[in-house]
């Protein structure tokens, strides 16, 4: 296109896995005790990853920024972590640059959460959020380390991952004037089935260790004895995993190596192989609080990508009027587009500007497929005459 701009086609994985609840809906995995065996423990860690550790912020959200790190599958994730396999971009928002930071993290965020524009994104109030799974004494924004300093301008730094490679590292970077800098992102999530298809996959092992869905026969049966009931239940259903655990291992096994072969052909793998550092984009996500971690916002999933033409004088000092209006216009016309694939089928419930567009879309006159003045038509008005398409 010959301005600023979306351009290029729409990547989508049009398929995603997990689901946000309120608020007050959230907590935080069980522990091994009384109340919890292995299958419990089992059956909430995935009930945890796919339905409860993301809080709904305020439904389908649109960004526009600057790609300035890309996490592959299963980045810095250890096993079992990289059950876990998402693809992952770090968006630094419009109209931002990465040169213009130079602060401390809390400094830097503050700068972008109150720039007036797209800030609010990323923006949290630990204290009006629960307790995350690894609680922290100050907010923690979700950020990317650059280097200052080095041949070529800012780049990302990749700690090593021995901490005394990685100390020995940072000393030497000190001792030669490079400068680690934290800049925040709106960290943007492609889901991958993994998670999904090893818990379905154990399922119905966990299910016969608790005596049934849910908390089980058990401790329907005996949970009311103060004590002994939970201590028993415990005690069997921890047996039952045990005696069952070559066969959910074997299971798990092949979820596991089925799931990554499958979001590499046709689900995670695609989208990768289609976004590049520094590319310029605007995408389009559920936007949550992921309390699996320190707590942040991010986009999850992240529903579509786009490329985008930024305006040529976008950089710190863009005005924050001419920001939003190119934010707000393009924005705008990408959240009226409809899935491309149907409500039914993507499994999204159409916003109304959405719906709207789609009920256009299905008019007859809008169903020509070579032009509108060879196989098209139009719609005949109250007093026999015709409307042009719009």
């Known amino acids: ?44 860690a995935c009930e945890y990853l796919l ?15 600057t790609v300035i790190q890309i996490e592959p599958v299963g980045y810095q994730k250890p096993f079992p972590d990289d059950i876990d396999n998402d693809f992952c971009i770090n968006l630094l928002l419009f109209p931002h640059r990465v ?56 780049s990302p730094y990749e700690p090593n991952e021995d901490k005394t490679e990685r100390l020995l590292e ?23 089935s993994r998670i999904f298809a090893v818990c379905t996959a154990v399922k119905p092992f966990l299910d016969a260790a608790t005596g049934g869905p849910g908390s089980g026969a058990c401790r329907a049966a005996l949970g009311w004895i103060p004590f002994v009931g939970d201590a028993i239940c415990t005690a069997i259903e921890t047996l039952v995993v045990v005696a069952l655990a070559p066969i959910m291992a074997a299971a798990a096994a092949g979820a596991w190596v089925a799931a990554g072969a499958h979001d590499s052909l046709a689900l995670t793998g695609p989208i990768s192989r289609q976004v590049s550092l520094g ?10 609080w992921d309390g699996g971690h320190s707590g942040w916002n991010e986009f999850h999933p992240t529903f579509t990508l786009q490329k985008i033409v930024l305006p040529e004088s976008a950089t710190a000092g863009f005005p924050v009027a001419a920001a939003n209006e190119f934010v707000d216009r393009w924005c705008g016309l990408v ?44 719609r005949e008005d109250d007093d026999g005459g015709f409307v042009a398409p719009n």
């Open 1 to 44: 296109m010959s301005g600023p701009g979306p351009t290029g086609p729409v990547i989508s994985p049009y398929t995603w896995f997990t689901q946000c609840v309120d608020k007050s809906d959230y907590s935080n995995p069980v522990e091994f005790g009384l109340d919890a065996g292995l299958a419990t423990m089992g059956k909430d």
């Open 51 to 65: 339905g409860r550790k993301l809080v709904c912020l305020d439904g389908t959200r649109c960004a526009i920024g």
């Open 99 to 154: 040169g213009e930071f130079s602060g401390p993290k809390l400094t830097n965020w503050d700068r972008v959460r109150h720039d007036g524009i797209q800030g609010l994104l990323i923006d949290h109030d630990p204290a009006a959020m629960p307790e995350p799974k690894d609680p922290a004494n100050e907010p923690t924004p979700y950020t990317v380390t650059y280097l200052f300093g080095v041949p070529g301008g800012p």
């Open 170 to 192: 940072e000393v030497k970077q000190d001792a030669a004037g490079i400068k680690r800098v934290d800049i925040p992102i709106l960290h943007a999530e492609f889901e991958g």
């Open 279 to 288: 590319d310029d984009v605007i995408i389009t996500g559920r936007w949550t």
């Open 335 to 378: 959240e009226g587009a409809p899935p491309a694939i149907g409500e039914a089928a993507s499994g999204l419930v159409m916003t109304p500007a959405q719906q709207q567009t789609a009920d256009r879309q299905r008019e007859p006159e809008h169903g020509w497929l070579f032009h509108p003045a060879i196989d098209g038509c139009a």
